[in-house]
């Protein structure tokens, strides 16, 4: 399979190339980037017979490729996905899928008038850790879900195009779309409304939200809770945790840990869950080890040699733009915000 890589930032070369590399009868066969010194560092981890463009819009004239990973700014992924499926290619997108509803929809129709597979960058699915959180929970060894939370103190995002509300579409948008994502995925249920609360209070330098908390309810009561802080530079350990009729689950990102308590019986369960191997790591500007990744690309092959529907699809991402989208409103009209609002654009 032939794939092309649409951004070859730090981004794009340490989390997609370097896993891409490692995948068998695959080929980086060309990049993107407009840095020079972007592409040079591409060609010194594939090899010199990569080719290079400046343009994303050049490479996807090439005829032998199969697919692309797009890994441009967030406001570029509507344009370059809907090139690329219109081009004849299969399209793996970095998150949000989109900054608002309408270039959801629009890309989301692209694919399916293209007949080619759509999976959008949600790796947090494919991390081990939550994997086994979510048959936990499917499972039933927490009862009937009821609460869910997701708290990380971390240090600011990488500085540059990220502190523009324009091209990121906003910090929870941003940031925030894969713990969205990982809420409606174990939730299994339709978020209905939004209240959110943040602002910029430390980090005056740039547009974005420094700082949110985010409460979601979903249908027949079940909640969600958000809260996240870019001015905590040391630890930055992402807790995510559930709780339900019989006990309840917590996980901490970094540490690899999962913890299940029981509440009918004294029980209390710990598990250190690790990947397979470094291939889906790198660390984050902030020290950060992320995951899931390399799982994220193999699946996406798989998808698109089996012509099967991805497990993170664009409707599921749909999804989780859209709850971002009602915390960032809620948070600007200072009132509740109907998922369902936002869904109809």
Known sequence: MNIGLLGAGWFGREAHLRNLLKIDDVEVTAV??????SLSAAKELAGDQLQTFTDWRELLKIDSLDAVIVALTNDQHHAAAIAALEAGKHVMCEKPLGINIR?????????????????????????????????????????????????????????GWR???????????EKNVHHIDLFNWMMATKPVRVSAHGGTNVLTDREIL?????LIEYEGGRRANLELCLFAPYGGECEIGACGSLGRIDTKNQA???????????????RILADEGDAANFVDSSGRVDRGIGPELIHFVDCVRENTRPLNDGEAARLAVAVCIAAQESIKRKETVMVDEILQG
């Open 256 to 270: 690899l840990q999962l913890v299940h308590h029981r509440f009918d019986l004294p029980d209390r369960t710990e």
């Open 163 to 173: 502190s523009s509300e324009a091209l990121t579409g906003g910090t929870i948008v």
């Open 32 to 37: 993107s980037s407009r840095s020079g010194e």
């Open 210 to 214: 420094d700082n949110a908390q985010v």
């Open 103 to 159: 270039e959801c929809d629009e890309i989301i129709a692209a694919a399916e008038a293209a007949g080619k597979v759509l999976q959008i960058g949600h790796e947090m699915r494919f991390q081990r850790l939550y994997g086994q959180m979510k048959s936990m929970i499917d499972g039933g060894d927490i009862g009937d879900l009821q609460l869910m939370w997701c708290r990380e103190f971390r240090g600011p995002m990488r500085p």
